[in-house]
């Protein structure tokens, strides 16, 4: 079964400043899906940026950027110039392309983001 | 327009009553799943239907009971409540082709007195 860790259970970031969450995972198949989610006090969930397995170029979306490591099964989130509306629970997810895991998300327990003014 | 709604977006009962939790998507998406979200803010899937077909039950007790009418709609029902139920429950759906994610309902807190 596949396993998600976030080591990070909080984390604080000068407002302006970058800050990078970790993410790691366990498995065995070669082709996925890894997704960042935000969580604000809202309680929505929000995605942040998703990355497939198989592209090597890894993905930006804005301020946020992953660096995917596959070989090393890392996937963590750098948030540059943070904000204070940044401040939220961040979950990294998985998902496979294939069978019954294809039909639904594993998440890490999340890490918690505080952004100082 | 919301994309996925959820209702109610609170719920306080008593233990041992059943209550329903309502999903409604208009993605035109094929898949829809409950998750649950317990105090410590773990995330986990609970059940998934893809064109109104069971395809994970993730060993939840036989008291949530899970209704898909059609496509766009995923109910759970949930028979005599217990403390531990108390929880936040989600919605979600997606198109299961390569490149799309899962969207996430408001989420719906529940609290069993």
């Known amino acids: 079964a596949q396993t998600v860790t976030q080591s990070q259970p909080e984390m604080s970031v000068q407002e302006a400043e970058t800050v990078t969450l970790s993410c790691t995972y366990d498995t065995s198949e070669s082709d996925y899906y890894l997704f960042w989610y935000k969580q604000p006090p809202s309680r929505q969930m929000i995605l942040v940026i998703r990355q497939e397995a198989y592209k090597q170029q890894n993905a930006t979306e804005n301020r946020f950027s992953v660096n995917f490591q596959k070989a090393a099964k890392s996937f963590s989130l750098k948030i540059s110039d943070s904000q204070l509306g940044d401040a939220a629970m961040y979950f990294c997810a998985y998902r496979s392309p294939r069978g019954g895991s294809n039909y639904k998300l594993t998440f890490g327990k999340g890490t918690l983001l505080t952004v100082n003014p | 327009d919301t994309a996925v709604s959820q209702t109610p977006k609170y719920l306080v009962t008593q233990m041992g009553n059943d209550k329903s939790i309502k999903c409604e998507q208009n993605?035109?998406?094929?898949?829809m799943y409950w998750y649950k979200q317990d105090s410590k803010k773990f995330l986990k899937i609970m059940f998934s239907?893809?064109?109104?077909?069971?395809?994970i039950n993730e060993t939840v007790p036989n008291r949530f009971s899970p209704k898909s009418p059609d496509k766009a709609h995923l109910n759970l029902h949930i028979n005599s409540l217990e403390l531990g139920d108390s929880a936040v429950y989600f919605c979600?759906?997606?198109?299961?082709?390569?490149?799309?994610?899962?969207?996430f309902g408001q989420g719906t807190r529940l609290t069993v007195v």
């Open positions: 993605l035109g998406h094929d898949t």
């Open positions: 239907y893809n064109n109104k077909e069971l395809i």
């Open positions: 979600a759906s997606s198109q299961l082709t390569r490149d799309t994610e899962a969207f």
